[in-house]
């Protein structure tokens, strides 16, 4: 069992960046891929970055790559999602998930646990 808590969100000006955090309980940490997700009003669920157990493989959306960096700490069984030259489109409930897999994947049905959401507003 694994409980994900988000953590960074607010309000930020366009071109501005924000750092999200999800911080994970459990001794497995290390055992789950990570994904950030977001979810704007009226639209479907959306992948946005993803990493591996151990951080050497990431993945990201086309929409946010050059923007947003995933990382995670093992140590500190939390995984970020650093944004930089937000754009109001990036506007979303960000959550993050975690999948029990060796393969990183994109899709959203894969992942077993999930986060109650961080809103992220960007204003033009």
């Known amino acids: 069992q694994v409980q994900l808590v988000e953590s960074g969100g607010g309000l930020v000006q366009a071109g501005g960046s924000l750092r999200l955090s999800c911080a994970a309980s459990g001794r497995t940490f290390g055992s789950y891929a990570m994904a950030w997700f977001r979810q704007a009003p009226g639209k479907e669920r959306e992948f946005v970055a993803v990493?591996?157990?151990?951080?050497?493989?990431?993945y990201y959306a086309d929409s946010v790559k050059g923007r947003f960096t995933i990382s995670r700490d093992n140590a500190k069984n939390t995984v970020y999602l650093q944004m930089n030259s937000l754009k109001p489109e990036d506007t979303a409930v960000y959550y993050c998930a975690a999948d029990r897999s060796p393969i990183p994947t994109m899709s959203a049905a894969r992942y077993t646990y999930w986060g109650q959401g961080t809103q992220v507003t960007v204003s033009s």
């Open positions: 990493i591996s157990w151990t951080g050497a493989h990431t």
